[in-house]
């Protein structure tokens, strides 16, 4: 008995380890993205890679295998598959498609990618850290110029998203800038979020809207990755993020809702 329990254990442990291709695989959507896009990743790890039939698998598990992986791409002109840290929404539309490379993203289609933003003033001159980056569905990790940027002389500085048709929400996740001075994460700090079915009457004033959550922070570092989390699912068309302390800057650099 004891024996049929061993060869038992050593069968299942063959069918589980290593994990299988095709579960890998499941884990990623097929997107298309600029190769200058690419290039311009935080981190970007080119894997040789005969490309054939079965490179997705084989792509995908390697991706899988690396903690930093968020993205890999095919490039037939060099049978390679590049790793890319970068962050890629599903629903991500390339507007560049002459060098457009066909790539597989392990992020999960969110809400904020594709809806329409306003925002308070930002901090510097269009198209630097404007709100619309907060909802393009990319974001390099590494160029600041992708951050949404708030003037810092705005009192309770904001902005508001409209998904065009109510949606169910449950979180909202924020990234603070990847560098820079070391006190500069800190503008993600006393944020609250909220949301109705209507656009309010004056833009700022969101106390309208059902309370959804908050971020008191302040974050304390580069690159951090911050969930605001409603109690339970709630129902709305727009979403509002608001600093509810006073004037100084928001500044975000990637957005995902769910």
């Known amino acids: 008995m004891e024996g049929a329990l061993i060869a038992m254990t050593m069968t299942l442990t063959m069918l589980l380890w290593p994990p299988s291709l095709a579960v890998q695989s499941a884990f990623y959507t097929r997107v298309l993205v600029s190769e200058a896009k690419i290039t311009g990743s935080q981190l970007l790890e080119p894997v040789l890679m005969t490309l054939g039939s079965s490179h997705t698998l084989r792509c995908s598990l390697i991706c899988s295998l690396q903690s930093w992986c968020d993205l890999w791409c095919s490039d037939a002109s060099t049978d390679q598959c590049l790793l890319s840290n970068m962050i890629v929404l599903p629903n991500y539309e390339e507007d560049s498609t002459t060098d457009a490379l066909v790539c597989y993203t392990q992020r999960r289609k969110d809400y904020a990618t594709g809806a329409t ?72 700090a006393n944020l609250e979020v909220r949301v109705g079915m209507s656009p309010v009457a004056t833009l700022g004033d969101f106390s309208s809207y059902a309370f959804f959550g908050i971020f008191i922070g302040p974050a304390s570092s580069f690159s951090q990755e911050i969930v605001i989390e409603a109690t339970s699912p709630m129902t709305a068309r727009f979403l509002s993020l608001q600093k509810i302390s006073g004037t100084g800057h928001i500044q975000i650099c990637h957005l995902e809702v769910r």
């Open 117 to 188: 933003i306003q925002t308070a003033t930002v901090y510097y001159t269009a198209p630097l850290r404007v709100g619309g980056n907060l909802v393009d569905g990319i974001y390099d990790r590494f160029t600041l110029n992708a951050c949404f940027t708030s003037a810092n002389d705005v009192t309770n500085p904001w902005f508001v998203l409209d998904f065009g048709a109510p949606v169910s929400l449950r979180s909202v996740t924020l990234f603070s800038q990847p560098s820079g001075q070391t006190y500069m994460p800190t503008y993600l």
